[in-house]
């Protein structure tokens, strides 16, 4: 029995191939690029990914004596990766949304600052953001 994982990370993707007892038989790696169009902003090329994932499961497979039976896949935590009813990328580029993506906290910021002002003229009370991350920039 032979066992591929992969974990499709944000900097690495690895493919590791185990035989039934859990020894290692075969790992490949494929360094990963994030993009950062603009402050704030943590993309990835959802294509690229997929093409490291194709490529790093492959690779381990041919290394191995035995047939592939079980093929086992992990991601990023907090990403969002978005597929139409096709399984292609959505949007106008094809780039997922990482974990680091601060581009929604940065909107989030000016709009409550909007509001804080439009508030404090019209006398009403209103809370500030609430960010996932200790740095909204």
Same mark, same amino acid.
Request: net charge negative; with cysteine; aromatic share 4%.
């Given at each position: 029995?032979?066992?591929?994982?992969?974990?499709?990370?944000?900097?690495?993707?690895?493919?590791?191939?185990?035989?039934?007892?859990?020894?290692? +038989?075969?790992?490949?790696?494929?360094?990963?690029?994030?993009?950062? /169009?603009? *402050?704030? =902003? %943590?993309?990835?090329?959802? /294509?690229?990914? =997929? &093409?490291?994932?194709?490529?790093?499961?492959?690779?381990? #497979?041919?290394?191995?004596? $035995?047939?592939?039976? +079980?093929?086992?896949?992990?991601?990023?935590?907090? !990403?969002? =990766?978005?597929? &139409? %009813?096709?399984?292609? *990328?959505?949007? @106008? #580029? @094809?780039?997922?949304?990482?974990?680091? $993506?601060?581009?929604?906290?940065?909107?989030?910021?000016? +709009?409550?600052?909007?509001?804080?002002? #439009?508030?404090?003229? &019209? !006398?009403?009370?209103?809370?500030? *953001?609430?960010?996932?991350?200790?740095? *909204?920039?």
């Amino acid at each position: 029995m032979v066992a591929i994982c992969i974990d499709a990370g944000t900097s690495l993707v690895k493919a590791v191939a185990f035989d039934a007892d859990g020894t290692e +038989l075969a790992i490949a790696r494929h360094p990963m690029v994030v993009r950062h /169009p603009a *402050p704030a =902003w %943590s993309e990835q090329d959802m /294509p690229s990914v =997929w &093409d490291a994932v194709v490529a790093a499961a492959a690779e381990v #497979a041919r290394q191995c004596a $035995e047939p592939v039976d +079980l093929i086992s896949v992990t991601g990023q935590g907090d !990403g969002c =990766w978005l597929v &139409d %009813s096709a399984g292609e *990328p959505t949007g @106008p #580029a @094809p780039d997922s949304v990482l974990q680091a $993506e601060r581009k929604a906290n940065c909107r989030l910021c000016t +709009l409550s600052l909007r509001t804080a002002a #439009a508030s404090s003229r &019209d !006398g009403i009370s209103v809370r500030g *953001p609430v960010f996932s991350s200790s740095n *909204p920039e």
